[in-house]
Antibody, heavy 120, light 107 residues
Framework: QVQLVQSGSELKEPGASVKVSCKAS????????VNWVRQAPGQGLQWMGW????????IYAQDFTGRFVFSLDTSVSTAYLEISSLKAEDTALYYC?????????????WGQGSLVTVSS | DIQMTQSPSSLSASVGDRVTITCRAS??????LNWYQEKPGKAPKLLIY???TLQSGVPLRFSGSGSGTDFTLTISSLQPEDFATYYC?????????FGGGTKVEIK
């Protein structure tokens, strides 16, 4: 069955970097995109962007340009989100989700989320 | 960017009630509208895509309708496990955008 398993919680100091992983299984990794979605504490869902697992081309939402980088290692069916120069406002739950172009680009399978806490 | 406006932001309902949530897009998105359910401590779950297509495994009491700019999610008979927050999302163009969410609480 399709599964996306994300890396665990991270506690980082302001200015540091963090890399969140999202390991996919149960489907052909390169046939779909991987979405990244942020949920700040007590807030709604915010689409950060996606990376095409076939081409490696990323698309970033405007709020997530510069310090946010999506990457892939297709040999292990894993997508990554790296955030640099962390700020307190980056504290959030970060989800990866498979994007299915056959189903109107809906996010049909989600990881369990990775909590990133930025605090000194 | 396409703005998605959901209403209401919260509602109280009883088990067995019919519940309707609306979502409006700032421009036409054809049928590129998805609905998700989120429960505390759990990842969001896709309920409906393409405005009205039920994702596999989702109970038939959930339905979606609409096209263009106006969409609805209906729960025909609210069950205890349906108390959650619901989000619409447009996938017509990037950046994909979510509505603000509707929290369905127990009356």
């Amino acid at each position: 069955q399709v599964q996306l398993v994300q890396s665990g919680s991270e506690l980082k100091e302001p200015g540091a970097s963090v890399k969140v992983s999202c390991k996919a299984s149960g489907y052909t990794f390169t046939a779909y995109v991987v979405n990244w979605v942020r949920q700040a504490p007590g807030q709604g869902l915010q689409w950060m962007g996606w990376i095409n697992a076939k081409t490696g081309n990323p698309i970033y939402a405007q709020d997530f340009t510069g310090r946010f980088v999506f990457s892939l290692d297709t040999s292990v069916s894993t997508a990554y989100l790296e955030i640099s120069s962390l700020k307190a406002e980056d504290t959030a739950l970060y989800y990866c989700a498979r994007g299915n172009s056959d189903n109107y680009h809906s996010a049909d399978y989600w990881g369990q989320g990775s909590l990133v806490t930025v605090s000194s | 960017d396409i703005q998605m406006t959901q209403s209401p932001s919260s509602l109280s309902a009883s088990v067995g009630d019919r519940v309707t949530i609306t979502c409006r897009a700032s421009q036409s998105i054809s049928s590129y509208l998805n609905w998700y359910q989120e429960k505390p401590g759990k990842a969001p779950k896709l309920l409906i895509y393409a405005a009205s297509t039920l994702q596999s495994g989702v109970p038939l009491r959930f339905s979606g309708s609409g096209s263009g700019t106006d969409f609805t999610l209906t729960i025909s008979s609210l069950q205890p496990e349906d108390f959650a927050t619901y989000y619409c999302q447009q996938s017509y163009s990037t950046p994909l955008t979510f509505g603000g969410g509707t929290k369905v609480e127990i009356k």
